[in-house]
T-cell receptor, first 112, second 113 residues
Framework: KAGVTQTPRYLIKTRGQQVTLSCSPI?????VSWYQQTPGQGLQFLFE???????NKGNFPGRFSGRQFSNSRSEMNVSTLELGDSALYLC???????????FGPGTRLTVT | GESVGLHLPTLSVQEGDNSIINCAYS??????FIWYKQESGKGPQFIIDIRSNMDKRQGQRVTVLLNKTVKHLSLQIAATQPGDSAVYFCAERAYNQGGKLIFGQGTELSVKP
């Protein structure tokens, strides 16, 4: 099976812009979770989608949003970008009985 | 956001030695735990998991120990190899939190040949 894929891998944006990141889960997985990884805060949970519905949400401002499509692919959007949004954004898919999550390679977002 | 721990400890071991990476978790309602390995430029890679009804679980060269009394998790790597050099994260999930994982800050393992 192909693993979790994320596009784009790298992105440079300026403050105030918005960005959309894409994630394709492992075939058959219906749950997609998003995380933000920074050196100072580590890995932090953004949100989880299951069958096109947001099932869980972390403590991030409303500028961070997401959605999931009927084929389980997911997108996350960040509006009005701030310098502090520079991070590695990771997507993880889950479909196993234990709920183990498998991560993609991430999208490296740099905000200037 | 939520996180466990405030700094990235490092562990340096000689090739062939055993490594023990420790993690303290915070939520007594957590019932599922995972260890991940992250190499530079890559996403976290699943290593091994354990449910709260177990104390120990073994994989290939790795063993996870869970002490619920003191909310402590450890990852033991036998015969550590240079390819094991990476940052290792523990993650916890509460039974009512779906796919929401809370990650520790990680431990950097450096293996000297």
């Amino acid at each position: 099976k192909a693993g979790v894929t994320q596009t784009p891998r790298y992105l440079i944006k300026t403050r105030g812009q918005q960005v959309t990141l894409s994630c394709s889960p492992i075939s058959g997985h219906r749950s997609v979770s998003w995380y933000q990884q920074t050196p100072g805060q580590g890995l932090q949970f953004l949100f989880e989608y299951f069958s096109e519905t947001q099932r869980n949400k972390g403590n991030f401002p409303g500028r961070f949003s997401g959605r999931q499509f009927s084929n389980s692919r997911s997108e996350m959007n960040v509006s009005t970008l701030e310098l502090g949004d520079s991070a590695l954004y990771l997507c993880a898919s889950s479909g196993g009985g234990n709920g183990e999550q498998y991560f993609g390679p991430g999208t490296r977002l740099t905000v200037t | 956001g939520e996180s466990v721990g405030l700094h990235l400890p490092t562990l340096s071991v000689q090739e062939g030695d055993n490594s023990i990476i420790n993690c303290a978790y915070s939520n007594s309602a957590s019932d599922y735990f995972i260890w991940y390995k992250q190499e530079s430029g890559k996403g976290p890679q699943f290593i091994i998991d354990i449910r709260s009804n177990m104390d120990k679980r073994q994989g290939q060269r790795v063993t996870v120990l869970l002490n619920k009394t003191v909310k402590h998790l450890s990852l033991q790597i036998a015969a550590t190899q240079p390819g094991d050099s990476a940052v290792y994260f523990c993650a916890e999930r509460a039974y009512n939190q779906g796919g929401k994982l809370i990650f520790g800050q990680g431990t950097e393992l450096s293996v000297k040949p």
